[in-house]
């Protein structure tokens, strides 16, 4: 046993379930789900603002700004970001209490649902953006996604292996409570 009578496995869950948070807070915020470059000019979006950024002649430009419509898809798009967001805290947050009540199994169980819930969020995300790519941008040779998109995707992994590592630690006691009988 390591990790303040928690083992390893519980310890590295914790750490990669904090990775995935962040990862999934920088992925849904940046405006970076999708770049363009033309000519010296770039055109980037995410979930919250579209910005463009270049230079003409001696001129250089910058700028941002919001959506004016959204579509209902995206709106699903932000949702299903933010809850994945909420559930990956939620999580860590139960993961913490876990250090405090170690005879509660049901609180690392509940932190395992959660992670895989967040993963579940952030998959229909993803999807559902990839899905409706094309619908946003007309001309896909210039276009690509870029990082925030990527991180989102990093996020699933990373929650979903948090959550394996939890199961770990769960089968781990449970072995180990029915050799000692208690």
């Not at 940046?30 to 980037?44: D, H, Q, R, T």
């Not at 948090?162 to 781990?172: D, H, L, N, P, R």
């Amino acid at each position: 046993m390591a990790c303040g009578g928690n083992s390893c496995y519980f310890g590295f869950g914790l750490f990669l379930l904090i990775l995935g948070l962040v990862i999934d807070v920088i992925g849904v915020a940046s405006p970076y789900w999708i770049l363009a470059e033309v000519g010296g000019e770039k055109v980037y979006g995410g979930l919250w603002k579209i910005c463009t950024s270049g230079s003409v002649a001696t001129y250089s430009f910058s700028g941002c700004t919001d959506f004016d419509e959204v579509p209902d898809w995206f709106k699903a798009v932000r949702g299903f970001g933010v809850l994945g967001i909420l559930l990956l805290l939620i999580a860590v947050l139960t993961a913490f209490l876990r250090i405090c009540l170690k005879d509660r199994a049901c609180v690392l169980v509940l932190a395992i649902v959660l992670s895989f819930m967040a993963a579940v969020c952030n998959v229909i995300s993803v999807s559902v953006f990839g899905e409706k790519y094309y619908d946003i941008v007309k001309d896909s040779s210039v276009f690509s996604f870029h990082f925030a998109f990527v991180f989102c995707i990093l996020s699933i992994v990373i929650s979903g292996i948090a959550g394996i590592f939890m199961i770990v630690e769960v089968a781990k006691r449970s072995s180990y409570t029915s050799m000692t009988g208690r």
